[in-house]
């Protein structure tokens, strides 16, 4: 299978990458904006099935014409594309700054957002696309402190997965949304020091990378919460 994993240089998207990368019939595009993280991946799996592409959420739209054509340079099809690159800034909503409320929409949002634009021309019957959203997001769910424009820009991806499901009703493209609970990442300790997660990023990554195979069997336009504690 070809697979676009976004937020491939590090946390719980590059182990999707080793994962998905034991497979040797699988070739993949792992996209970041640390590229000697990307390229020191790429070199340490052994099939030689990964390549990488430095991209960067949050200047998209400046910069589309060129991941086109970087993205047709690698693959003619696209099987499954995983929108794992993720943005969060804990602070309260009276006192979190334009800039920072932004970025977390670009990289959270309009991001995979405008990589789904380009990429649905290149799948066909069978392709599933897996945005990873977070408890946060998820209707219903306990809210905490801090975590309002994050929560917003996660629920907008959900949001988005039900509405793509409906679009591209009859494509044979499946769209499906993973709301995530708290993961022992590097972006969770920075934010949230002391506190401990109760799932490591391989765990994480081990279900995702199941899912995007085999999930689009049984669930279409749906948002999953994946978590054992709230959030």
């Known amino acids: 299978m070809n697979i676009l ?32 993280a990307l390229k020191e991946l790429a070199d340490s799996l052994p099939h030689g099935n990964v390549s990488y592409m430095v991209m960067d959420l949050a200047d998209m739209a400046s910069r589309l014409p060129s991941i086109k054509k970087q993205i047709l340079s690698r693959f003619s099809r696209i099987d499954i594309l995983i929108n794992c690159a993720g943005s969060l800034t804990v602070k309260d909503f009276m006192d979190i700054t334009d800039s920072e409320a932004r970025m977390m929409m670009e990289i959270n949002f309009f991001g995979p957002a405008a990589l789904i634009k380009l990429v649905v021309p290149l799948m066909g019957e069978g392709s599933h696309i897996v945005n990873i959203s977070s408890m946060g997001g998820f209707q219903g769910s306990s809210k905490y402190r801090g975590l309002s424009y994050y929560s917003a820009s996660k629920a907008s991806i959900a949001c988005l997965t039900e509405c793509l499901a409906s679009e591209l009703s009859g494509s044979g493209i499946s769209v499906n949304c993973l709301a995530l609970g708290a993961v022992q990442t590097e972006m969770f300790g920075t934010e949230f020091p002391g506190m401990n997660a109760p799932v490591m990023p391989e765990q994480m990554a081990g279900f995702i990378a199941y899912f995007a195979v085999s999930g689009n069997k049984f669930f279409n336009g749906k948002i999953l919460p994946v978590a054992i504690a709230d959030p």
């Open 5 to 36: 994993i976004s937020g491939g240089s590090k946390g719980i998207g590059r182990e999707i990458v080793r994962i998905m990368a034991a497979d040797k019939d699988n070739q993949i595009l792992a996209t970041g904006r640390d590229e000697p």
